[in-house]
């Protein structure tokens, strides 16, 4: 049964069941297996709580910086983060309620949105990198 309000123990719900889709999946778990040893999982989901316990939940937890995190492992593309943000999404619905869900999808779209612009617009004349 979906969960009607989101709170701590639900986010942590959410976020166990959705990170073990993303270590899964063909595209993007290659990358997370990249960068975080099965051993370092736990206090990556510990960080990835705080992260979003901060953003939704204003608990203020969260200190550090998930462009530059991002930014290190220079292999994203934007297929990545529509992959993200397409098991998100699904996880999402099968954990809340819809309107918990949608809360939960747009901020994810937003915050996508703003990693993809900084890791990926390149203003005519710029080079990357």
């Not at 999808?105 to 993809?116: Q, Y």
Request: hydrophobic residues 45%.
């Amino acid at each position: 049964m979906p969960f009607d309000a989101l709170t701590e123990a639900t986010l942590r719900t959410f976020l166990a069941a959705f990170y073990e889709k993303v270590r899964r999946d063909g595209l993007i778990g290659p990358v997370f297996a990249g960068a975080i040893s099965d051993a370092d999982w736990p206090r990556h989901l510990a960080t990835i709580q705080d992260f979003w316990s901060s953003v939704l939940l204003k608990s203020g937890r969260y200190k550090g910086n998930p462009f530059g995190r991002h930014q290190a492992l220079g292999r994203l593309s934007p297929a990545h983060f529509a992959r993200w943000l397409g098991l998100f999404e699904e996880t999402a619905r099968e954990t809340f309620s819809p309107e918990v869900a949608d809360m939960l999808v747009e901020r994810a779209h937003r915050i996508g949105d703003s990693l993809k612009a900084g890791l990926f617009f390149r203003p005519a004349g710029i080079p990357a990198g």
